[in-house]
């Protein structure tokens, strides 16, 4: 079997595209903000002039209502990039963060024993 027989292309393979090449090679959002998996993201009326393939995929998908882990899965990418291009899209405007839950410490411990005894009931 030669390699004319070989009827698979790199075509088939589908796009393939270096997740260092959506965020500019950057590994970490520029900025403070942090994600978390169930933030929710709205993308706001402002347009964009030029996006990316990925970037516009996802503000497509934002606009309603959608938590960063739906994004993550609807686009195919891996979550922390899917972090880096949320971070750049927040920079420029372009998408409205809301957080699921305060970020930091726990400090109502009468709730989370409720949630505890209310577990070891089931």
């Known amino acids: 079997m030669g390699a004319q027989d070989d009827s698979w292309t790199d075509w088939d393979a589908g796009p393939v595209s270096r997740s260092f090449t959506v965020t500019g090679g950057r590994t970490q959002p520029r900025g403070s903000w942090t994600f978390d998996l169930v933030d929710t993201v709205l993308r706001t009326p402002k347009d964009a002039i030029y996006q990316s393939p990925e970037r516009s995929a996802i503000l497509e998908l934002c606009r309603v209502p959608v938590t960063v882990a739906e994004l993550a899965a609807a686009v195919g990418l891996p979550l922390g990039v899917v972090r ?11 998408i409205e963060v809301t957080a699921a839950a305060p970020r930091g410490r726990v400090t109502d411990l009468g709730l989370l024993h409720k949630v505890l005894n209310g577990l070891q009931r089931l």
């Open 84 to 94: 880096v291009v949320l971070c750049d899209l927040l920079t420029e405007n372009l």
